[in-house]
């Protein structure tokens, strides 16, 4: 297998506020390859975002990361750690958007709504392209009928309020890929979207992908979502990596017991009417109170008193390409 062109190794994003520290990313490690898609999931306030915004170097104060590498192969085959840049440097900011781009989770609070959609798209392929106005403004008529958005000639003088959800995230992605990426993150790209227009970004972001060989960071919290798009998966909880693999044995021989539990708690188009859907006991911890041992024990239905609650799990690989933080994979423990 080539090189991956994107690493994270052991990266910690902490944000310090009066009332403690918030350890949003607490010890994340994976590798994304050109072509391939890695879904990242998990319940609201896993840390999915932040990974996401940690990798552009785009974490908002008081955060900030603390340790671990964000590597990234250039096109050159030079690795820079972005965890090295300044964040609001010059080699940073050629970086975010030029060689990463990012289809942020709203686009309303995205897009600007007292600019044209096309006067946006200039803005950011003049950021990274040495063109004229005239030149740029034909680079974005171009970028939206890519993604799809039917008379571009006309749409690229409309403002944001004037699309729909859809075409408001088709232009999302068309800003994303205005500095011609090789990485792309995209940050629950489906939300309150209707499932026909789920179903048409999804096949959008692959047919690029397929075009571009595009390598896609996909960040969403809908398992179907994953098991339609992902090769690979990582499963994240309270800033924790608590699984990862290839799709196929995430699905049908998922190892940590919070990734089973949210395959159960998928809609089953063959259960019988009336059924109650399966649920998750209790909620995430508060960012202030983090349970001690493994952080899933207070909600695990397997979890093993005086020892689950008391020290933090190892990660044990399965297989060659699966692992799992649990100790119930540690069996002399157990």
């Known amino acids: 297998m080539a090189d991956p062109i994107l690493s994270i190794r052991d990266l910690h994003t902490y944000?310090?506020?009066?009332?403690?520290?918030?350890?949003?990313?607490?010890g994340t490690s994976f590798d994304l390859y050109a072509g391939q898609t890695l879904g990242?999931?998990?319940?609201?306030g896993c840390g999915k975002s932040v990974t996401a915004r940690s990798i552009l170097r785009i974490v908002d104060r008081p955060g900030r990361i603390v340790?671990?590498?964000i590597l990234l192969r250039r096109a050159d085959g030079s690795v820079t750690d972005m965890v090295k840049l300044p964040a609001d440097g010059r080699e940073a900011r050629a970086i975010r958007g030029g060689e990463i781009g990012l289809v942020f989770q709203e686009p309303m609070s995205s897009l600007s709504a007292f600019h044209t959609i096309g006067n946006q798209l200039i803005e950011a392929v003049r950021l990274h392209a040495p063109l004229s106005k005239k030149q740029a403004r034909a680079r974005a008529i171009e970028l939206l009928a890519m993604v799809g958005i039917p008379r571009p000639e006309q749409r690229v003088d409309a403002y944001s309020f004037e699309l729909s959800g859809g075409?408001?995230?088709?232009?999302?992605?068309a800003l994303a890929l205005a500095g011609?990426?090789?990485?792309?993150?995209?940050?629950?790209?489906?939300?309150?979207?209707d499932v026909t227009t789920q179903a048409q970004i999804l096949e959008l972001i692959r047919s690029l992908q397929r075009d571009r060989d595009l390598a896609?960071?996909?960040?969403t919290h809908d398992m179907g979502?994953?098991?339609?798009?992902?090769?690979?998966?990582?499963?994240m909880y309270l800033g924790k990596e608590v699984e990862k693999g290839p799709v196929d044995a995430i699905f049908h021989a998922p190892l940590h017991p919070y990734t089973r539990a949210l395959l159960r708690s998928i809609p089953n188009v063959l259960a019988e009417p009336r059924e109650k859907l399966a649920t998750i006991a209790g909620s995430i911890p508060h960012p202030f109170a983090r349970p001690r041992g493994?952080?899933?024990h207070p909600r695990c239905t397997e979890a093993i008193q005086g020892l689950c609650d008391v020290a933090f799990p190892e990660t044990f690989d399965v297989g060659a390409q699966q692992a799992a933080a649990c100790h119930l994979l540690n069996k002399p423990a157990a």
């Open 180 to 193: 011609e990426p090789r990485v792309l993150i995209a940050d629950e790209p489906t939300t309150a979207l």
């Open 40 to 44: 990242i999931v998990g319940e609201s």
């Open 216 to 219: 896609v960071i996909l960040i």
């Open 67 to 69: 340790s671990g590498e």
């Open 294 to 296: 493994c952080p899933f």
């Open 15 to 26: 944000f310090f506020a009066d009332e403690g520290v918030v350890r949003a990313v607490d």
């Open 225 to 235: 979502v994953i098991a339609e798009m992902a090769d690979d998966v990582v499963v």
């Open 167 to 173: 075409l408001r995230q088709r232009v999302m992605v």
